[in-house]
Nanobody, 125 residues
Framework: QVQLVESGGGLVQAGGSLRLSCAAS????????MGWFRRASGKEREVVAA????????NYADSLKGRFTISRDNAKNTLYLQMNSLEPEDTAIYYC??????????????????WGQGTQVTVSS
């Protein structure tokens, strides 16, 4: 089992930045691909970005490329999401996730095995 705990969410004005973190604990000796998803009010959960375990290959939602950056520090068992130029449309609960298939960086929620509780990001106009 892996436990994931997100932090770093909050309220920010449009154009601002936030950095989310996700600390993993438990069976962190395994090799997981990791990712960020988000769910806005009234919408389905959608992928934001994902990163593979060994080579750090990344994948982003097309609409977020250039504004968001995913990274990981395997030594610290921590995943990050740097979010710049935030827009009100980015308001959502952001979830950290991990996949036992260490190379999977796609958008399918059923490919991910562990989920955090989420952290709220609110962008005011």
């Amino acid at each position: 089992q892996v436990q994931l705990v997100e932090s770093g969410g909050g309220l920010v004005q449009a154009g601002g930045s936030l950095r989310l973190s996700c600390a993993a604990s438990g069976r962190t000796d395994s090799r997981y691909a990791m990712g960020w998803f988000r769910r806005a009010s009234g919408k389905e959960r959608e992928v934001v970005a994902a990163i593979s375990w060994r080579l750090g290959i990344t994948n982003y939602a097309d609409s977020l490329k250039g504004r968001f950056t995913i990274s990981r520090d395997n030594a610290k068992n921590t995943l990050y999401l740097q979010m710049n130029s935030l827009e009100p449309e980015d308001t959502a609960i952001y979830y950290c996730t991990a996949a036992t298939r260490s190379t999977y960086i796609g958008p399918r929620t059923d490919e991910y095995d562990y989920w955090g509780q989420g952290t709220q990001v609110t962008v005011s106009s």
